[in-house]
């Protein structure tokens, strides 16, 4: 009988934990397929501050792209970082759209690399909505645009 009791709580604690790193998934309508968004494990620090943080993943690709939620009195940071483009997204009172990386993130070694920015695709992308939404929801909206950013994508279908 303990034995039982034993392994109903720990599947159960199995399912639990399994349940929870999963956020999300959907598709970005471009090369490099659905993305898939779980959470970490690990806060993500960045500035000395632990932020929470997401893990995008994308069907055609090894591309991985990290994202950590900075909350502030004004507004929300998403930072973006991965090996290709690093970018952030802000969500204040007024709009939820793309930016250029702070320059006080230079220190940590961030910086968004012009030579690998769409920055057409980045001029549609500075407003995206003005509805308030959560941070999943957020990180969905995050998850299928940043592809577009990426101003390069066969060369990163190509690492895979």
Same mark, same amino acid.
């Given at each position: 009988?303990? /034995?039982m009791f034993f392994a109903a709580v720990l599947a159960l604690i199995c399912t639990a934990s399994f349940s929870q790193k999963f956020v999300a998934e959907? +598709?970005?309508? *471009?090369?490099?397929?659905?993305?898939?968004?779980?959470?970490?494990?690990? @806060?993500?620090?960045?500035?000395?501050?632990?932020?929470?943080?997401?893990?995008?993943?994308?069907?055609?690709?090894?591309? !991985?792209? *990290?994202?950590?939620?900075? !909350?502030? @009195? #004004?507004? #929300? !940071?998403?930072?973006? %970082?991965?090996?290709? %483009?690093?970018?952030?997204?802000?969500?204040?009172? =007024?709009?939820?759209?793309?930016?250029?990386?702070? =320059?006080?993130?230079?220190?940590?070694?961030? =910086?968004?690399?012009?030579? =690998? %920015?769409?920055?057409?695709?980045?001029?549609?992308? /500075?407003?995206?909505?003005?509805? +308030?939404?959560?941070?999943?929801?957020?990180? +969905?909206?995050?998850?299928?645009?940043?592809?577009?950013?990426? !101003?390069d994508q066969e060369a990163i279908l190509a690492i895979k």
């Open positions: 009988m303990k /034995r959907g +598709k970005t309508w *471009t090369a490099l397929g659905d993305y898939r968004i779980e959470t970490m494990e690990q @806060p993500v620090v960045i500035n000395g501050k632990e932020l929470e943080g997401f893990r995008v993943s994308y069907q055609n690709t090894g591309l !991985k792209a *990290t994202i950590a939620v900075e !909350k502030t @009195p #004004k507004c #929300k !940071k998403y930072y973006v %970082l991965s090996d290709n %483009l690093s970018i952030q997204y802000v969500c204040n009172d =007024k709009y939820f759209g793309v930016e250029r990386l702070d =320059k006080q993130l230079e220190k940590e070694g961030y =910086k968004t690399s012009a030579d =690998k %920015l769409n920055n057409e695709e980045y001029f549609h992308q /500075r407003l995206i909505t003005c509805d +308030k939404m959560s941070d999943r929801e957020n990180s +969905k909206l995050i998850a299928a645009y940043y592809p577009f950013l990426l !101003k």
